[in-house]
């Protein structure tokens, strides 16, 4: 028997097919054996508020059609368009890493698609903080 387990710890929300459910008093795994069916953790979920990066907002798209608020037809295509402006800036660090996620994505293999992102987000943090580092500060001169 295959399929997606979660690990729940107890009082934890998730969404199933749009569903809140919320885990009783003691941890729980759930197997989940249909490959249809919607997942999220609510604490995997972003926050509108933290969206501020490319693949942020990339998360926060695939988030949004497992909890079924947007559709699928008009989402997929700009998704593939932002992974694919990704796609140079990752193939360096690891050249199959954005086209496994659109791989996951178009196979609407949303949960495995925001692990994978997880993964990517971490990269992502890295690479802005190395250039938020080289990028000068303005030195306040004046002209006598």
Known sequence: MSGLVLK????????VNGAVLENGDKPARIR???????????????????????CKQIYYAVQLLITGDLEEF?????????CAKLLDVFKSIDPELIPTLR????????????????????????????ASKTVAPAIDTKVA
């Open 32 to 54: 989940i054996t249909d490959s249809d069916v919607r997942v999220l953790r609510c604490r995997d979920a972003l926050r509108p508020e933290d969206v501020n990066t490319p």
């Open 103 to 130: 791989s996951m994505i178009s196979r609407n293999n949303y949960y495995s698609a925001l692990c994978h992102l997880r993964q990517i987000l971490v990269i992502e943090d890295q690479l802005l903080a190395r």
């Open 74 to 82: 008009g989402t997929l295509p700009a998704i593939d368009e932002e």
């Open 8 to 15: 729940i710890a107890p009082g934890e929300r998730f969404i």
